[in-house]
């Protein structure tokens, strides 16, 4: 039988695994990603088929030694894929056997959704059939499995995670946010991967999943360094450490840099060219209301961005005809707006991607937290305390206390400080920009800095605002 090996104290029978559900949490930076990452390359390697939904294109790099489809809409898809062709895909991949990863990176939130349930019913009836060893991974799940949300996606998932063995149906779910995945999902999860985590909701989730006194979960959980965990199924628990992915890691590059890019498999032609036709019955005839909607819902969405830019493009035009000319008061004031929204043509389209991935990400916190950015960004340097906060972000102070913001602390966009006020926060967006951007830097140079500080405070600020529709353009 074969062995999955995952690091150097830790091999899984293959059998162990088929229709697991295997959960994978902890912080940011703990080594999650590596360790899905593992398993993933490991499953591969043992001709285990699976579908990857990868919500920051991070997973391609899995091409380096394997034969994977990349589908869907991002930087590094094989062939660019919606709604319409999910289903013939999923049943491709299931029937064929040909792994998949779902690059849904720079869709819409809605397209995404429609595409992914769509992607997994499919394989959930016919995995019915046709009784199938298969894995599905997913990223980021407390998106697609949030806590205490009914959505049928979220449907979906749990019956894939919960009742997929009978199918041989199983899933490897990640996330940096234990708190927010549903709990019923990760209670009954069969394999557990617990890397580190600091704030204390993750901690009372942990407490829950291990068996151990409260103080001794915190002391094992906080002694864990980058790539160890612990590990539980059944009646093995330990601590131990992953080996380092062998392929490409997609998100690990700090800096958008052209980086020398591996040379990555190639799907085969015949697989290209089946895909290749469902893309064709679709072009000539859409399949169902649901993907009708959904591509009109886009369309929408660009010609509301496309009119805006417009509206934007005359009134710089007419501002630069009044700007020579003493235009009345009034206009003056006006004019400093749209000016200003102007800097993103002068900065180089990867800052610009890069900018367009961070936003994307934040459209995915709660709203709060957006507010609450929004808020701190416009007025660098202050700090607020969670009182002033709530006040001026119009949301309870009880949320900013049991829901602080820990994923933009962690990303080091603000900072959070205890003072004899209270708990006050802060925004870091200069400090943030010279390290998330660092490897732009020197080619920016001081002026490009200052715009691309500016460009981020002006997008930033709007986040509160702003439609989750328009979040992919950079
Ligand atoms: N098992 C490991 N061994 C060595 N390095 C690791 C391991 N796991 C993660 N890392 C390093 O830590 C960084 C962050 O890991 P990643 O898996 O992206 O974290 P996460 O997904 O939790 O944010 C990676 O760039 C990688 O270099
Ligand atoms: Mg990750």
Same mark, same amino acid.
């Given at each position: 039988?074969?062995n999955?090996?995952?690091?150097p104290? +830790?091999?899984?029978?293959?059998?162990?695994?088929i229709?697991q559900?295997?959960? $994978?949490?902890?912080?940011r930076?703990?080594?999650?990603?590596n360790?899905a990452g593992?398993?993933?390359e490991?499953? +591969?390697?043992?001709?285990?088929?699976?579908?990857?939904?990868? $919500?920051?294109?991070?997973?391609f790099g899995?091409?380096e030694?394997?034969e994977?489809?990349?589908?869907?809409?991002?930087e590094?898809v094989? $062939?660019?894929l919606?709604v319409?062709?999910?289903?013939?895909?999923?049943?491709?991949?299931?029937?064929?056997?040909?792994?998949?990863?779902?690059?849904?990176? !720079?869709m819409?939130?809605?397209?995404?959704?429609?595409f992914?349930?769509e992607?997994?019913?499919?394989?959930?009836?016919?995995?019915?059939?046709?009784?199938k060893?298969?894995m $599905?991974?997913?990223?980021?799940?407390?998106e697609?499995?949030?806590?205490g949300v009914r959505? !049928?996606l979220?449907?979906?998932?749990?019956r894939i995670?919960?009742?997929?063995?009978?199918?041989?149906?199983?899933a490897v779910?990640?996330s940096?946010r234990?708190?927010?995945?549903?709990?019923?999902?990760? =209670?009954?999860?069969?394999?557990l991967?617990?890397?580190r985590?600091?704030?204390?909701? !993750?901690m009372?989730?942990?407490g829950e999943l291990?068996?151990?006194?409260?103080s001794e979960v915190?002391?094992?959980v =906080?002694?864990l360094?980058?790539?160890e965990?612990i #590990?539980l199924?059944g009646?093995?628990?330990?601590?131990v450490?992953?080996?380092?992915?062998?392929?490409f890691h997609?998100?690990? =590059?700090?800096s958008f840099?052209?980086?020398?890019?591996?040379?990555?498999?190639?799907?085969r032609?015949?697989i290209?060219?089946?895909?290749q036709k469902f893309?064709?019955?679709?072009?000539?005839?859409?399949?169902?209301?649901?993907? +009708?909607?959904?591509?009109l819902?886009?369309?929408?969405?660009e010609?509301?961005l496309?009119?805006a830019?417009?509206?934007e493009?005359?009134r710089r035009l007419?501002?630069?005809?009044?700007?020579?000319?003493g235009?009345?008061p009034?206009?003056?004031?006006?004019?400093?707006?749209?000016?200003e929204t102007?800097d993103?043509?002068?900065?180089?389209p990867e800052v610009?991607?890069?900018?367009?991935?961070?936003?994307?990400?934040?459209?995915?916190?709660p +709203?709060?937290?957006?507010?609450l950015?929004?808020?701190?960004?416009s007025?660098?340097?202050?700090?607020y305390?969670?009182a002033?906060?709530?006040?001026?972000? !119009?949301?309870?102070?009880a949320?900013?206390?049991?829901?602080?913001?820990?994923?933009l602390?962690?990303m080091?966009l603000?900072?959070?400080?205890?003072?004899?006020?209270?708990?006050?926060y802060?925004?870091?967006l200069?400090?943030?920009?010279?390290?998330?951007?660092?490897? #732009?830097?020197?080619?920016?140079?001081?002026?490009g800095?200052?715009l691309?500080?500016?460009?981020?405070?002006?997008?930033?600020?709007?986040l509160?605002t702003?439609?989750?529709n328009f979040?992919h353009?950079?």
């Amino acid at each position: 039988m074969q062995n999955l090996r995952l690091g150097p104290d +830790l091999s899984l029978p293959l059998s162990e695994v088929i229709g697991q559900c295997v959960a $994978i949490l902890g912080i940011r930076g703990s080594g999650k990603s590596n360790t899905a990452g593992v398993i993933f390359e490991e499953l +591969l390697a043992a001709r285990y088929p699976l579908s990857i939904v990868d $919500i920051d294109g991070e997973y391609f790099g899995l091409k380096e030694k394997y034969e994977v489809l990349v589908v869907g809409a991002g930087e590094n898809v094989d $062939i660019e894929l919606d709604v319409d062709a999910a289903g013939g895909v999923a049943e491709l991949s299931l029937r064929e056997g040909v792994p998949v990863i779902l690059d849904v990176s !720079d869709m819409l939130a809605e397209e995404r959704e429609q595409f992914v349930l769509e992607y997994l019913t499919r394989i959930w009836s016919l995995a019915g059939k046709l009784r199938k060893p298969y894995m $599905i991974g997913i990223e980021e799940c407390h998106e697609f499995i949030p806590q205490g949300v009914r959505t !049928d996606l979220k449907e979906v998932v749990s019956r894939i995670a919960l009742r997929g063995r009978k199918r041989g149906l199983g899933a490897v779910i990640v996330s940096q946010r234990s708190a927010k995945v549903e709990k019923d999902v990760l =209670t009954q999860a069969g394999m557990l991967f617990l890397h580190r985590v600091v704030h204390e909701v !993750d901690m009372r989730v942990y407490g829950e999943l291990l068996p151990w006194p409260k103080s001794e979960v915190k002391e094992q959980v =906080t002694s864990l360094g980058v790539g160890e965990c612990i #590990f539980l199924s059944g009646q093995d628990i330990r601590k131990v450490r992953i080996r380092p992915r062998e392929t490409f890691h997609g998100g690990f =590059t700090p800096s958008f840099k052209p980086v020398e890019t591996p040379k990555l498999r190639q799907v085969r032609g015949e697989i290209l060219a089946a895909i290749q036709k469902f893309r064709e019955g679709k072009e000539t005839a859409p399949t169902s209301e649901l993907a +009708l909607k959904s591509r009109l819902e886009k369309l929408e969405a660009e010609l509301a961005l496309k009119e805006a830019r417009i509206r934007e493009l005359e009134r710089r035009l007419k501002d630069r005809g009044n700007g020579h000319h003493g235009s009345p008061p009034g206009v003056q004031a006006n004019a400093a707006a749209p000016l200003e929204t102007g800097d993103e043509d002068e900065l180089p389209p990867e800052v610009l991607r890069k900018v367009a991935r961070l936003l994307r990400r934040l459209h995915r916190l709660p +709203l709060h937290e957006r507010r609450l950015l929004a808020f701190l960004v416009s007025r660098e340097p202050r700090a607020y305390t969670t009182a002033e906060l709530a006040a001026w972000i !119009d949301c309870a102070e009880a949320t900013l206390l049991t829901e602080p913001p820990t994923e933009l602390i962690d990303m080091g966009l603000i900072s959070c400080e205890r003072l004899a006020r209270g708990i006050t926060y802060r925004s870091q967006l200069k400090a943030y920009v010279s390290h998330a951007f660092s490897g #732009f830097l020197p080619d920016l140079g001081p002026e490009g800095q200052h715009l691309l500080i500016a460009h981020l405070r002006r997008r930033l600020s709007q986040l509160s605002t702003a439609e989750r529709n328009f979040s992919h353009i950079p």
